[in-house]
């Protein structure tokens, strides 16, 4: 017998490739965004993304956070994730389409979705 079957566990699906995270992102457009986690030791930031009537929610991680501009929660959020080189080294934008929100991190992002 199948583990998982009895235990109804659904694993999430963990991503760190900027063109599968945005994709995954597209499909969240105009979802309720909002900041629930800050880890100023690890600099480290979480964003949720939920939509009405939909189980499963997005998490976006923040790695090496560096700045941080806007509001910490969106009713309509429209985020990407774009990659900027900079005198060789890469840092990773997670921005709100509309310009209220930016997030930069130096370390890249995770993002995660499931129920």
Do not use: P
Not at 15 to 33: M, P, R, V
Request: one cysteine or more; hydrophobic letters at 40%; proline letters at 0%.
């Amino acid at each position: 017998m199948e583990w998982y079957r009895i235990c109804k566990i659904k694993i999430m699906e963990i991503s760190t490739d900027i063109q599968e995270a945005n994709l995954i992102l597209q499909g969240y457009s105009g979802a309720k965004f909002q900041i629930v986690m800050y880890s100023s030791t690890l600099r480290r930031i979480a964003l949720k993304l939920t939509l009405t009537d939909v189980q499963e929610v997005v998490y976006v991680v923040g790695i090496g956070c560096e700045s941080i501009n806007g509001r910490f929660d969106n009713k309509d959020a429209k985020l990407h994730i774009t990659e900027e080189v900079k005198e060789g080294e890469v840092t990773s934008v997670i921005a709100d389409k509309s310009g209220q929100f930016t997030l930069t991190t130096n370390s890249g992002f995770t993002l995660a979705k499931g129920v």
